[in-house]
C-alpha cells in the first residue's frame, strides 16, 4: 500500500502587503482547506458572500483593518476546526446562532476586536474547542461559566 504524501489545498498569502477587500475569485477554490490572509492591508466590511468556505477547515483573517459584523456567510462554515479573525475592527453583538454549525471548531480568536454584548451561551456546542481568546473586546454583561465547563476539552480560555 502506497501512502500519499498530497497536500491540503492550502493559500498562505500571510505578510505580502495585500490591500483593499477580498477579491470574489476566490469562490472559484472549491477544495480549498486552509486560507491565510494574516497580517496584510484588507480593510472594510467583507461585504459579498463568500461562499468557498464549504470545504475551509483553517481560517486566518487576523492583523488586518477588516469592520463591521461578522458576515452571515461565517454563520455556516461547519467544517472549520481553527477560526482567526483577531486583531481587527469586527464590531457589534456575536449572534447566538454563530455557533450552530461550528461542531469541529478547535481554536477561536475574535481577540482586539470591538465586539461588545454578550458572549453567546450557544457557544458550548462547539464541543472540540481547544482555545477561546475573546480577550480586547467591549463585551458586556456575566460570563456564563456553567457554558464554559460544559467545554471538556477546553484547554486555553482567555476573556479578558
Known sequence: MQSSNRKSPEINLAELGLSERIGKGLEKLQHLMVLSLSHNNF???ITHPLTLFSTIQNLNL??????????ASFLNMSSIRSLDLSHNSFSGHIPQSFFDSYN??????????????QIPSRISRCSSLNSIDLSNNRFAGYIDFVVVWSLSRLRQLDFF
Open 43 to 45: 480593510n472594510g466590511c
Open 104 to 117: 469541529f471548531l478547535h481554536y477561536f480568536s475574535l481577540s482586539n476586536n470591538m465586539f461588545e454584548g
Open 62 to 71: 487576523s492583523h488586518n483593518g477588516f469592520s463591521g459584523q461578522i458576515p
